[in-house]
């Protein structure tokens, strides 16, 4: 798998906040699929679906306990997207500094 | 819109390797979506329908030239995912500082 699939599975993967709130939860430390069942409300096939597009996507590892599988977050797929989004950095920076230039500007106006 | 229907739309946007691409050319400057079509070997209709995309996600903002409506990208949405993955960075930045201990370790034990 390339860095361009591996983005297209990533980004696909973090499509859906029901998925980037299992990754929230999983920051705080490892869990079983139960474990993450019940403070989201969902069934447990529901959560075993999203935790596979997860895990296909590398967001996160499942354990080798046979019977509960913790599930883990790997950091390296965000690091993915940390730099996928950091080669654009420049251009809302740009903005940024134009809006704090307005800023200043209004500031000083309103000082005259 | 909420921040997370926001997320959800700029991630599935982000999800194609062709969207990802046109992002990447209108970072080099502002272009027509013919102009967009020719390097990518795309149909318009193939193409427009990734314009509307990014476009429904703000990813781009489509000029207001009645003919041409040139697209231009637009930063804002690219640093809310950088923002979205640095709250993960204590997550990878750990595992790279294990990484690089195990290469200082390794280089020790060689020099010994």
Known sequence: MDNIAELDLIFGAL??????AILARLAQG??????LAAPFNMSLPAI???IRVLENAALITR???????????NGEPIAAVAQWADQYRHIWDARFDRMD???????DSTND
């Open 63 to 73: 354990g080798r306990d046979a019977q509960f599988r913790p599930c883990a977050l």
């Open 101 to 107: 230039q307005m800023i200043i500007t209004m500031k």
């Open 30 to 35: 490892a869990a079983t699929v139960n474990e």
């Open 15 to 20: 499509a859906h906040p029901a998925r980037r």
């Open 48 to 50: 075993s679906k999203h």
